[in-house]
């Protein structure tokens, strides 16, 4: 590459090596001077008002790569199903979602991308709930000009690896819930749980396809998960009757259904007394009350994932433990928070 400075005085008729913005009080106010324009004398006074003194004329050589199109070679490399990029700024591609979903990060290649000499890609959280046409990630070059090899390592990268960035769309699940606790079998107390299940899974696309009641009987319990799943329920939730009392059977009745545990403890507050189970290939979530009581549980980072398809293992479920910490803040701003952010 050949970059020279030059004077903005002796700019007239030169062609710009590249975008010049214009920022006014922290706030992007777009660019003026474009690369490639021809820099004509009324540019000169708005020039200087920029701040520019001198500017810079470019002439790539072969083997040089311009940060725009570097930037579009990457936002292409790294885009994959359900992502789209824009056009750069200042050699910058944003990447957007397609349609509603989950997004999927896959953390190790990114960061080998981010190993690379002049290459950035930053991203959401993997596993982050997102709607189409949200900001996933940002990838740009840091100098003007990076060498062509740089590019090519990092598409490399992106073609060994398969996937980078992607949307995973919500398939439209029947749930099935059994609903335990003698209380609300007695209709002693009116039962909060079904209500806030429906909701979270209707805002998913997703319906619930009925609602079963049973008193604190593990054969009871146990009879109803397997009729929902007999029933066509793709997954199952099986509520309250998580912890230590000696009514608490609703572990034992998860198992007595004949489902795997995944595990029984989740390392995410609130929802510690969690289980994850599949009852041949139906997964079947043990939830404690405190699915019902809080905003944002567990429940909330694991039911996304299982309305996208996803096979949740036991080692997904320990790796909620680096960010799992609710904040309990007085007025719950999830998922605009650390909540489940941490885990990879
Ligand atoms: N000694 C201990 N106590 C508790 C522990 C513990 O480790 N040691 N864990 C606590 C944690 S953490 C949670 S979370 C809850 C889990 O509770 P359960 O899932 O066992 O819930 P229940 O005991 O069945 O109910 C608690 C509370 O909620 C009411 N409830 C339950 N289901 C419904 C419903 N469908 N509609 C309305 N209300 C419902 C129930 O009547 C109780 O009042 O355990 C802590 N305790
Ligand atoms: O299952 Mo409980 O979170 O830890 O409220």
């Given at each position: 590459m050949k970059l020279q400075t030059i004077s903005v005085n002796e700019a007239v008729g030169k062609v710009l090596s590249h975008d010049i913005t214009k920022v006014v009080k922290g706030e992007f106010k777009g660019a003026p001077f474009k690369k490639g324009h021809i820099i004509k004398e009324e540019d000169i006074p708005e020039l200087l008002k920029l701040g520019k003194e001198n500017i810079y004329i470019l002439e790539l050589e072969p083997g040089d790569v311009h940060e725009d199109e570097a930037g579009i070679r990457l936002g292409t490399a790294v885009a994959g199903e359900g992502v789209r990029w824009c056009e750069p700024k200042e050699s910058r591609v944003n990447l957007y979602a397609d349609y509603n979903g989950l997004l999927k990060i896959n953390v190790p290649v990114v960061e080998e991308i981010n190993e690379l000499p002049d290459v950035i890609l930053s991203t959401l959280p993997n596993n982050t709930v997102v709607k189409s046409g949200d900001m996933l990630a940002g990838t740009k070059v840091i100098p003007l000009v990076v060498p062509e090899q740089t590019v090519v390592e990092a598409e490399n990268i992106c073609r060994r690896a398969g996937w980078v960035i992607k949307v995973v769309p919500f398939k439209e699940v029947k749930v099935g819930v059994v609903i335990t606790g003698n209380e609300v079998y007695k209709k002693r107390v009116r039962d909060g749980f079904g209500p806030v299940i429906t909701e979270k899974v209707e805002s998913f696309g997703s319906s619930v396809i009925g609602i079963d009641y049973a008193p604190d009987d593990a054969a009871t319990i146990a009879g109803k998960i397997k009729r929902m799943a007999d029933g066509g329920a793709g997954l199952i939730f099986v509520t309250g009757?998580?912890?230590?009392?000696?009514?608490?059977?609703t572990p034992r009745a998860i198992h007595l259904a004949g489902a795997r545990v995944e595990k029984y403890g989740a390392p995410a507050l609130p929802g510690a007394m969690f289980m994850l189970a599949y009852l041949g290939d139906v997964p079947v979530m043990g939830v404690p009350a405190c699915g019902m009581f809080f905003k944002a549980t567990v429940v909330d980072l694991i039911l996304p994932r299982l309305l996208a398809g996803e096979r949740v293992s036991r080692r997904d479920i320990v790796a909620l433990a680096h960010g799992g910490l609710c904040r309990s803040c007085s007025q719950c701003r999830y998922p605009n928070c650390t909540f489940g952010k941490g885990s990879n």
């Open positions: 009757g998580m912890s230590v009392d000696p009514d608490d059977v």
